[in-house]
């Protein structure tokens, strides 16, 4: 029980770590990111984990802070 709520923690830190750095950097649209991405040889799938998990990350700080 406790390694999950640490493993959970630990994944919504490195979600906002990821949301700020996408903000403060060039990487502002989705397709810019989709083209970081692609350059950096990850697969589709990953791709798209990766925008859906961030997204969904997103909207729950945006909930949570408002």
């Known amino acids: 029980m406790k390694k999950t709520i ?7 830190a490195l979600s906002c770590l990821a949301i ?16 970081y991405l ?3 040889h990850y697969h589709q799938e990953e ?3 990766v925008m859906s998990n961030t997204v969904k990350n997103y909207h729950n700080m945006y909930d949570e802070t408002f």
């Not at 700020?20 to 083209?35: Q, V």
Request: glycine fraction near 6%; charge should be positive.
């Open 38 to 40: 692609t350059k950096h």
């Open 6 to 12: 640490i493993l959970t923690l630990i994944g919504a």
């Open 20 to 35: 700020t750095l996408i903000k403060n950097s060039e990487l502002s649209t989705k397709a810019d990111i989709a083209s």
């Open 47 to 49: 791709i798209n984990g």
